[in-house]
C-alpha cells in the first residue's frame, strides 16, 4: 500500500482559511480520515469520509471543517473555514483502520 503525502498547511491568522489535501492510490478507494496531534496530547480525529463520499465530523470541527475527496485524483480534502488558534496542529490523514501514518501537515493559526 502506497504511503499518503499530506500538504497544504501553513500559518494563518484567525478566522482564516485553510484547504489541505491528502494523496495516495488509497484515498481514491478506502475510507479515510483526517486527523490532528497537538503536543502532549493524543491524536484527535476529527473527520471521516466513505468511498462514496458520505462524511462524518468531531463536534470540534462540526460546521467549520468539510472533508471531501476525487477518487479519480486519488485525493482526500479537508477545507477548514473560520480558524482558531486551538486548531493549531499537525494534520494527517488515514486509510481506516488500519493505514499507517504519513509525516503530516503543520497547520499554526496565530495572530
Known amino acids: 500500500q502506497v504511503q499518503l503525502v499530506e500538504s497544504g498547511g501553513g500559518l494563518v491568522q484567525p478566522g482564516g482559511s485553510l484547504r489541505l489535501s491528502c494523496s495516495g492510490s488509497?484515498?481514491?478507494?478506502?475510507?479515510m480520515g483526517w486527523y490532528r496531534q497537538t503536543p502532549g496530547k493524543q491524536r484527535e480525529w476529527l473527520a471521516h469520509?466513505?468511498?462514496?463520499?458520505?462524511?462524518n465530523y468531531a463536534a470540534s470541527v462540526k460546521d467549520r471543517f468539510t472533508i471531501s475527496r476525487d477518487n479519480a485524483k486519488d485525493t482526500i480534502y479537508l477545507q477548514m473555514n473560520d480558524l482558531k488558534p486551538d486548531d493549531t496542529g499537525i494534520y494527517y490523514c488515514k486509510s481506516i483502520p488500519s493505514g499507517p501514518w504519513g509525516q503530516g501537515t503543520q497547520v499554526n493559526v496565530s495572530s
Open positions: 469520509i466513505t468511498q462514496d463520499g458520505r462524511p
Open positions: 488509497a484515498a481514491g478507494v478506502n475510507l
